[in-house]
């Protein structure tokens, strides 16, 4: 079976979709980085989907409860890299990313992923680097 590569950095954890998505694939990254977050205590999810054509409902879902789930693990979550065509699809099918924090590419995800980190930081006083 195919994996997706999870990758620490720093504070957070990296993940470059690299394949086309199929269901048990998402299924299985979302188990994956669920477990990752745990592990690494990371603070933030970056998701990189620039190599994904479609994206379709079920995907879709998937990328929500992600972050939904990432949310509850003190986690934040940017989708980097959509293609229009893809933001178009997902209008279409009704599906949107509450949630989820976007940004045009990996080097905007990270700048804002590390703004939206260190405003946490600033309000609970918490210290996560």
Do not use: C, W, Y
């Not at 990752?36 to 998937?62: E, H, P, Q, W, Y």
């Not at 949310?71 to 934040?76: F, G, Q």
């Not at 989708?79 to 509450?98: D, K, N, Q, Y």
Request: glycine fraction near 6%; charge should be negative.
């Amino acid at each position: 079976m195919e994996k997706i590569p999870i990758i620490k950095i720093d504070r957070f954890l990296l993940v470059s979709i690299q394949v086309d998505m199929h269901d048990n694939l998402a299924l299985s990254l979302q188990d994956e980085l669920l477990t990752k977050i745990t592990a690494t205590g990371a603070k933030g999810v970056l998701i990189d989907i620039s190599m994904l054509d479609i994206v379709d409902s079920f995907i879709g879902r998937i990328l929500g409860s992600i972050a939904e789930m990432a949310k509850i693990l003190d986690a934040e979550v940017v989708v980097v890299g959509m293609r229009p065509a893809v933001a178009i699809t997902m209008v279409e099918l009704g599906l949107s990313l509450e949630g989820i924090r976007t940004a045009l590419d990996v080097d905007k995800g990270i700048k804002l992923l590390n703004t939206v980190l260190d405003e946490r930081e600033n309000i609970d006083g918490r210290v996560t680097r």
